[in-house]
């Protein structure tokens, strides 16, 4: 009797109704980033990288930047001094009117620049835009009020009806600072995040420090800030904050 040919059966096996997530963007950080409502309305931040300070020129004055404590939060140098007063030069009469609101980081050479750059704008220090990375001297911060003591020169100049806060945003334990990276960067995205939905100026000046602008805009790999030159960015209602290239020296 002849074998009976076997007949294969392919089964595929049932379709799965599982959709597999899209990828989520993330910036350098890790942070997740979420898609630009067009419908809402974007701010202007100019970031404004302190004038030159001491710990710069450390190693041409015969100090070690990283380990030399007569660094801690040091100042300007006269040349950085030179460099905020000259800073209302790199705007043109037009953006200088529209900038409504200064905000500093905490460490003396920022709120010096902040406040010889800009000696008609209300200031506020944000302390959540003190410098990151670099663990030297300069970088450790002090009590408000002895940054505020040795300013006392130019602070006694300002006209008394322009706000000059550095108080109401103080942490409860500053100066000590024991944050992670991680949690340094996500600091600096609080301040703006702030900035969009708390404050309601829509054009801000930042006084701050090199690597807090670089964690701060999307497209960091293009900005090496300079001192006491402004970087024109817009600021988006997810967090965004992307380099006007065209209106900015990079």
Not at 79 to 99: C, H, M, Y
Not at 135 to 157: G, Q
Request: hydrophobic share 35%; charged share 25%.
């Amino acid at each position: 009797m002849p074998l009976r040919q076997s007949t294969q059966i392919n089964i595929s096996p049932p379709k799965s109704n599982h959709v597999t997530p899209s990828k989520i963007r993330r910036r350098q950080n890790g942070s997740p980033i979420t898609p630009i409502d067009p419908t809402r309305p974007t701010k202007t931040i100019y970031l404004i990288r302190h004038g030159q300070s001491q710990g710069q020129v450390a190693k041409q004055n015969g100090l070690d930047r990283l380990t030399d404590p007569r660094l801690r939060d040091c100042g300007l140098t006269m040349k950085g001094l030179s460099d905020a007063a000259n800073l209302e030069k790199q705007f043109t009469v037009k953006e200088l009117r529209e900038i409504q609101l200064v905000v500093s980081s905490p460490l003396t050479r920022a709120f010096h620049t902040a406040l010889v750059g800009f000696p008609t704008k209300d200031i506020m220090v944000n302390f959540d835009l003190r410098e990151i990375g670099l663990k030297a001297p300069e970088n450790t911060p002090r009590a408000i009020n002895e940054v505020v003591r040795d300013l006392e020169d130019v602070l006694s100049c300002r006209d008394k009806s322009l706000l000059c806060d550095f108080v109401s945003l103080q942490p409860k334990e500053w100066p000590r600072d024991y944050s992670p990276r991680v949690i340094q960067i996500d600091r600096i995205q609080r301040v703006f995040k702030w900035l969009y939905e708390t404050r309601q100026e829509s054009v801000i000046a930042v006084v701050c420090h090199y690597n807090v602008i670089r964690s701060a805009v999307t497209d960091c790999d293009q900005v090496r800030p300079m001192n006491a030159v402004p970087i024109r960015c817009t600021l988006y209602s997810n967090g965004d904050l992307v380099v006007d290239a065209s209106k900015t020296k990079i």
